[in-house]
């Protein structure tokens, strides 16, 4: 089983950055799609951001497109979500989730991965 848990959340100011991390527990991190997810307060969680096994393969909702980054990290087990330029619709609490997939530039944008992580709190104030 993999476990997930988020950091870096916090409370920013508009056109601030933050920096989101997710560190898995598996030994075959480098097997696994990884996404993120937010959820605001009232609404469905969404897609954000998915990255597959390799690094080399990236996919982004529309309305975070130049400004979100997803990277990852595979000898530390880590996948990040570099956030620039925030907005108040931003705010959220964002999830991390992973994929087992033998292709390793398999990106899923939908909500069939497979482990959840509990979630990390942001919010961007006006």
């Known amino acids: 089983q993999v476990q997930l848990v988020e950091s870096g959340g916090g409370l920013v100011q508009t056109g601030d950055s933050l920096r989101l991390s997710c560190a898995a527990s598996g030994r075959t991190f480098s097997s696994y799609a990884m996404g993120w997810f937010r959820q605001a307060l009232g609404k469905e969680r969404e897609f954000v951001a998915g990255i597959g096994g390799s690094g080399g393969s990236t996919k982004y909702t529309d309305s975070v497109k130049g400004r979100f980054t997803i990277s990852r990290d595979n000898a530390k087990n880590t996948v990040y979500l570099q956030m620039n330029s925030l907005k108040p619709e931003d705010t959220a609490v964002y999830y991390c989730?992973?994929?087992?997939?033998?292709?390793?530039?398999?990106?899923?944008?939908?909500?069939?991965?497979?482990?959840w992580g509990q979630g990390t709190q942001v919010a961007v104030s006006s």
């Open positions: 989730a992973a994929r087992w997939s033998y292709y390793r530039d398999y990106v899923s944008s939908s909500l069939d991965y497979t482990y």
